[in-house]
């Protein structure tokens, strides 16, 4: 049974659709106009996806927060799967070194990164739609450096008109959804094509990391909108981008 989609900015049912990228996100206009300036900067992407590369190898589609610029990017991650010999389970790994390298003077270095998980949007109080697995630098500038040329210039502007403080990341953030386990070692999990549902969800977790002031605040905020806008709810297996049978949607402008 196909869960209902659900508003990106609240847990009510989403009613409106993008008419770029066609997919349902919001409740009202309220809702979309106040996140009118980050949908700006993701719709591009999701509305003229890259073309998937020709190859055997399995590659899914990731949300990358580039370093030097200010939209967000989709790009193709190649997968590499192995089958563990004593348990006979496959587990997949994700290369994600291509996204992290950098030139340094007439040679170029790459950072090994570091993931981090998410399975819960504490922002909006309920489930990720996908586990997500967010990948960083913990040391982009070579050293602990917190000068403003290192930080990541893609998540500062989706930041921009929202009330922080946030969490700063240094380098390029790339994002991966996954398949939530079934059980320990069982079924760990697999890659699967990000959706534009998965990138609110990280841009959440991003904007919030080890920020336990900046998610009270958008808590109290959602709270204030009224009983009902931020309750638990059952973790949504899909999200539909089209209307369900014999209903409508509308869509909206972005100003």
């Not at 209902?4 to 009613?15: D, F, G, I, Y």
């Not at 919001?26 to 106009?33: D, E, K, L, M, P």
């Not at 930080?151 to 946030?166: H, Q, Y």
């Amino acid at each position: 049974m196909d869960k209902v989609p659900l508003c990106a900015q609240c847990n009510n049912r989403a009613e409106l659709s993008c008419p770029d990228c066609h997919v349902l996100l919001y409740c009202s206009g309220t809702c979309a106009a106040g996140d009118a300036s980050a949908h700006q900067l993701i719709c591009p992407a999701f509305a003229l996806p890259p073309a998937k590369p020709i190859s055997e190898q399995k590659h899914v589609l990731g949300i990358l927060f580039p370093s030097e610029a200010t939209a967000p990017a989709l790009v193709w991650v190649k997968i590499d799967g192995f089958v563990d010999e004593d348990t006979g389970i496959s587990f997949q790994e994700a290369e994600t070194a291509p996204f992290f390298s950098r030139s340094g003077g007439v040679e170029e270095a790459t950072v090994t990164p570091e993931a981090l998980h998410c399975e819960r949007n504490r922002v909006r109080n309920r489930e990720t739609r996908s586990m997500l697995e967010v990948w960083h630098a913990t040391s982009w500038s070579g050293q602990e450096s917190k000068s403003s040329s290192g930080e990541n210039k893609c998540i500062r502007a989706l930041a921009a008109g929202r009330d922080g403080p946030f969490h700063r990341f240094e380098g390029p953030v790339l994002v991966l959804a996954m398949t939530r386990p079934t059980g320990f070692m069982v079924d760990p999990g697999a890659y699967q094509d990000s959706q534009l549902y998965d990138f609110w969800d990280a841009l959440d977790f991003v904007l919030d990391h080890g920020n336990d002031l900046h998610a009270r605040k958008i808590q109290e905020a959602l709270n204030s909108l009224g009983d009902g806008r931020a309750p638990e709810i059952p973790t949504p297996q899909a999200v539909e981008t089209s209307p369900l049978a014999g209903e409508t949607s509308e869509s909206f402008e972005i100003a």
